[in-house]
């Protein structure tokens, strides 16, 4: 069994691995009181004022308590991480960090405007970690990539890889969990979505293009195959008969 889960891990992609490692490691060691939530969640005044820059990185990785729900989210930061790095994004490493990158991005910008705006402030105020919210984008991302596949949700109902945001969302408002995480990814999913696949298409300009620096960082494997420029093939030889 531990070999089988070993095997399992090693054959993960280098971000998803990466990424599941750090989220695990993190929301352990908050539990285990090793390491506490308050030096880890997203707070813009100690980040300007204190520079205090690890928050814009660590918020992602907390995933709250060691419940049911947060087994959920590391089956689906396992699965549909693993799925959109492997497929969509197979050989394309850096892009995939770049999308991450974009999610968070997005996310922390979200928050920040609305916790400025009169009316939700509140609302935007009690998000302390967006770690569901990206993993939520991940989802979105990948349904989008794979819009009819045919899914089951717990073999009560069956439905395509296009609803799967919204039925996660619903599963989310009946277990008493807050959507607004759920619809910050979704906003983020699409807004990824939009300017990589759908815009490029209408106008034939890609905004979402990897920067160079980050492409440098990862060394995707490609086959080339390359002739020789200076061999000469001599004539087959003919072949007297006697």
């Known amino acids: 069994m531990a070999q089988a889960v070993e095997e399992w891990y090693k054959q993960m992609p280098i971000i998803t691995r990466s990424y599941l490692t750090a989220a695990i490691v993190t929301t352990v060691g908050c539990s285990l009181e090793i390491i506490s939530p308050y030096n880890l969640y997203l707070n813009p005044r100690l980040v300007v004022r204190q520079y205090e820059i690890w928050r814009l990185i660590t918020n992602f990785l907390y995933f709250r308590k060691m419940d049911l729900d947060f087994l959920f989210h590391m089956f689906f930061l396992a699965r549909y991480c693993k799925l959109l790095e492997e497929n969509s994004f197979r050989g394309r490493t850096a892009d995939f960090f770049y999308m991450l990158l974009f999610g968070a991005t997005v996310l922390t910008g979200i928050v920040l405007v609305g916790g400025m705006i009169p009316y939700v402030s509140e609302s935007f105020a009690r ?96 086959v080339v195959v390359a002739r020789p420029a200076d061999v000469r093939f001599a004539p087959p030889q003919e072949v007297q008969q006697d």
């Not at 569901?132 to 045919?150: E, Q, R």
């Not at 990824?192 to 440098?216: A, N």
């Open 127 to 222: 998000i302390f970690f967006l770690s569901n919210s990206l993993t939520f984008m991940m989802v979105y991302v990948w349904s989008k990539h794979n819009p009819f596949i045919h899914m089951s949700f717990l073999g009560l109902f069956t439905f395509t890889a296009a609803y799967l945001p919204w039925v996660l969302l619903g599963f989310s408002v009946l277990v008493g969990t807050s959507a607004w995480v759920d619809l910050l990814g979704m906003v983020a999913g699409h807004a990824y979505y939009f300017l990589e696949d759908v815009y490029p298409r209408m106008t034939g300009r890609h905004p979402l293009k990897t920067p160079l620096f980050i492409k440098s960082l990862f060394a995707d494997e490609t």
